[in-house]
């Protein structure tokens, strides 16, 4: 079992998504998770791209305060892979920062896309957040997502030249416990094994979708089953 690592920053480049996950609060009205995958968006949200030339404008200007950092591209309230001109902030951070992580569903853009990431950067790591190997699992949370695309990208991604490094501290598959998916641990942590793909266990603690207490220790005891040496387990979120 391992702790999370957290990056020296966090920059969200994007409110935009193309998930309805029940939980995100981009759906959350007086704090309810969403019940339906079309639910209207929470009428605060100001969806929004940030401006690449006013990043890259702010990094350069305080270049100190971010070259050899660690630092991940995630949205809060959406998906830093949605954001038009991605490209263009992964390579400005590839070439600035120590590590680049990029947190994405994985449902959007293509194989090649990812393929030509990591074939290209060599300090990036996109962390895939997968809840299942089928729809009828992971599109139980990660609504709208084709399950099948994002596998088939963190894949090509894991194939890569750089994809492929196989180092556990970089986290290529997030896979999220749920009250629907414990399970499907042993058949996951194969997956990966098979795949050769870094992975982390995490139990969630939001109230949505939330594990019972008792089915924890058997989540528990079919990882302690089933690890290998790239995979963790993470007792919370």
């Given at each position: 079992m391992s702790t999370v690592v957290y990056p020296n920053y966090d920059f969200t480049i994007?409110?935009?998504c193309n998930a309805a996950c029940p939980s995100c609060k981009r759906y959350e009205s007086n704090n309810n998770p969403i019940d339906s995958p079309n639910e209207p968006l929470h009428p605060g949200l100001n969806q929004i791209h940030m401006d690449f030339d006013m990043f890259k404008f702010i990094i350069e200007r305080d270049i100190d305060l971010f070259?050899?950092?660690s630092v991940t591209y995630e949205g809060e309230l959406g998906d830093p892979m949605v954001h038009p001109h991605i490209k263009s902030f992964?390579?400005?951070g590839a070439g600035i920062f120590k590590s680049l992580r990029v947190v994405t569903n994985g449902g959007i853009r293509t194989s090649k896309f990812f393929r030509d990431l990591g074939d290209t950067y060599k300090n990036l790591e996109i962390m895939f957040s997968i809840d299942g190997l089928h729809d009828d699992l992971n599109g139980l949370y990660r609504r709208k997502v084709n399950t099948q695309k994002?596998?088939?990208?963190?894949?090509?991604?894991s194939d890569s030249r750089f994809g492929s490094r196989r180092d556990p501290s970089m986290v290529s598959w997030q896979y999220i416990i749920f009250e629907h998916n414990w399970f499907e641990v042993p058949e996951v942590l194969d997956f990966a094994k098979l795949y050769n793909i870094p992975i982390v266990i995490k139990i969630n603690t939001r109230p949505k979708f939330r594990i019972k207490e008792r089915?924890?220790?058997s989540v528990i005891n079919q990882y302690e089953k089933n690890k290998f040496e790239l995979s963790n387990l993470v007792l919370g979120n």
């Open positions: 994007s409110s935009y070259i050899n950092k992964i390579d400005l994002a596998i088939d990208n963190m894949i090509a991604f089915l924890i220790p």
